[in-house]
């Protein structure tokens, strides 16, 4: 029997030393929570995800914001409408009137002055070619010069060519008119105005200058998410993507979307060739066809703020951390996952099987 020495005849302080029950308390506490965690990284599952901010805008392009612009330039002498004002399509927004209150009667004088002129040159060139014929006719005959027929016919052009004048004039003065028809500025499509501009009310305005903005109500939503361009590659078309609008309350787990309260289901629509000024890079999400309704529209309107969560593949807790440590991009392909029930019922029924075959 081999020999123990007896260290408390030696060290009769540390043999007389008992740990206080809360350091054994802790010590416990630490085992546990340690073989906790490795059992938590070695077995549970947990689902990758790219993360994303953004906003909610309509799918359609004609159901977003339009802006209402001036097309001549001149003033606003009236408005039709005030902010919040819901408007149809064709409905008045502003009256803008040149800086001259008679420009469009002398304008039409002057399409009056023109018109006669046209009309005095056709009579011009037709008395021109009865004499073109006459001069030939003679000509053939041998009374006139051939100087005579040269000119009936140099009359005959120039007449052509006033004639060809007169209506590029009378064609500019029509689109002046045209332009100055268009002085009542009309909403472009149903909704509700917004940023009504009223300091143009009494300035100059230009064409091009926006004078308010419609926002359309009743538009089919999405939402935009700008998603780092490392992860971007391993998104595909389809993937789901849970969805957090701002102003809803949500408790969020990346990695366990199960446990997850007061979020939204989406798929991933569209995904933007090209990155922004930033490096980020678009995606369009769609609401999941099968998924509760996303909230309604005067809880998440177009412009309010959202955060999302593509999923991507399943991994391991401990392989999740390990590869945020390292800072390496999302895992791209299926990866062996902690099994779960179901596949404990699969491998068991399979063995089942295989034990009964070889009966």
């Given amino acids: 029997m081999p020999y123990t020495p007896d260290r408390s005849a030696h060290f009769p302080t540390l043999g007389r030393m008992r740990p206080p029950r809360v350091a054994r308390t802790l010590a416990w506490m630490l085992t546990i929570g340690v073989a906790t965690a490795g059992a938590i990284m070695a077995l549970v599952p947990w689902v990758q995800t790219a993360s994303g901010t953004g906003q909610v805008v309509a799918l359609d392009p004609d159901d977003r914001q339009q802006q209402v612009t001036a097309f001549v330039p001149g003033r606003v002498e009236r408005w039709y409408v005030h902010d919040g004002q819901h408007v149809a399509k064709g409905d008045p927004i502003a009256r803008v009137v040149d800086l001259d209150p008679d420009l469009l009667s002398r304008l039409g004088a002057e399409r009056a002055q023109v018109q006669a002129e046209i009309a005095a040159i056709q009579q011009s060139r037709a008395v021109a070619g009865i004499d073109v014929s006459r001069t030939a006719q003679l000509f053939a005959e041998g009374l006139a010069a051939r100087r005579d027929y040269e000119q009936t016919q140099i009359k005959v052009a120039d007449a052509g060519a006033k004639l060809a004048e007169a209506r590029a004039k009378l064609n500019r003065i029509d689109i002046q008119l045209n332009r100055q028809s268009v002085q009542m500025v009309r909403a472009p499509r149903e909704g509700r105005v917004q940023q009504l501009n009223a300091a143009t009310g009494g300035a100059m305005v230009s064409p091009g200058t926006v004078l308010a903005v419609i926002a359309p109500e009743r538009i089919e939503r999405a939402v935009e998410l700008f998603v780092d361009g490392r992860d971007v590659p391993l998104l595909r078309t389809g993937r789901p993507v849970r969805l957090e609008f ?27 060739p090209n990155a922004a000024v930033d490096g980020l890079f678009r995606i369009l999400v ?20 959202v955060r999302g969560w593509v999923q991507g593949e399943t991994v391991l807790v401990g392989y999740e951390l390990w590869r945020q440590l390292n800072d390496f991009p999302l895992e791209f392909g299926r990866r062996p996952t902690a099994p779960t029930k179901d596949d404990a019922k699969a491998a068991a029924s399979k063995a089942g099987d295989e034990q009964g075959a070889k009966k």
């Fill in 246 to 272: 701002e102003g809803w309350p949500a408790i969020q787990f990346s990695g366990w979307p199960s446990v997850a309260q007061g979020m939204f289901d989406g798929r991933v629509r569209t995904i933007d």
């Fill in 286 to 305: 769609e609401p999941q066809p099968g998924k509760p309704a996303w909230p309604a529209r005067e809880f998440a309107r177009p412009g309010g703020k």
